[in-house]
């Protein structure tokens, strides 16, 4: 059931708005997930780059991401700590926590953008990467018209 939902979010009773030149990056240790998500970000419009292994995931920054999806918990990083990686390579990238975790610590939520748990419903994922990417856009724009 869940994952037709998921699947769903994209469905044609639902407005579709395609974001054809956006990139994410999704990083999940499992790759049942990885892949259903993957489905759901192109179903709705979005080029996905893909990875179980968060070093990859950093070589992968450099094809012109837009934002990043990352687990919390991996086996031998946690995702706030790769958002510290991240941010260290572009400091305005926008990093959305997707996590399964009963508890993620707030030290985790402060280091990304927005934390999604994964049980919750599909739109407030995509809300959040529309949000995010919009909003990284907007601010772009305004300081290369400003400078």
């Not at 044609?12 to 974001?19: G, I, L, M, S």
């Not at 709705?44 to 995931?57: F, I, Q």
């Not at 070589?59 to 934002?67: C, E, K, P, S, W």
């Not at 399964?100 to 599909?122: L, S, Y």
Request: charged share 20%; net charge negative; with cysteine.
């Amino acid at each position: 059931m869940f994952v037709q939902y998921l699947y769903m979010a994209s469905s044609a009773d639902r407005p579709q708005v395609k974001h054809n030149d956006a990139v994410v990056l999704y990083i999940d240790d499992d790759q049942a997930q990885l892949n259903l998500i993957k489905l759901t970000l192109e179903k709705n419009g979005y080029s996905v780059l893909a990875t179980t292994n968060w070093r990859h995931a950093l070589d992968l920054l450099a094809a012109g991401v837009d934002l990043v999806i990352v687990d919390y918990e991996m086996p031998d990083i946690q995702g706030h700590e790769l958002a510290i990686w991240i941010k260290g390579i572009d400091p305005d990238m926008p990093i959305v926590l997707y996590s399964g975790a009963p508890n993620v610590p707030e030290i985790a939520k402060k280091r990304t953008d927005a934390c999604i748990p994964k049980d919750a419903e599909p739109y407030l994922l995509m809300a959040a990467i529309s949000n995010l990417i919009m909003k990284r856009r907007i601010s772009r724009n305004y300081w290369r018209q400003t400078s």
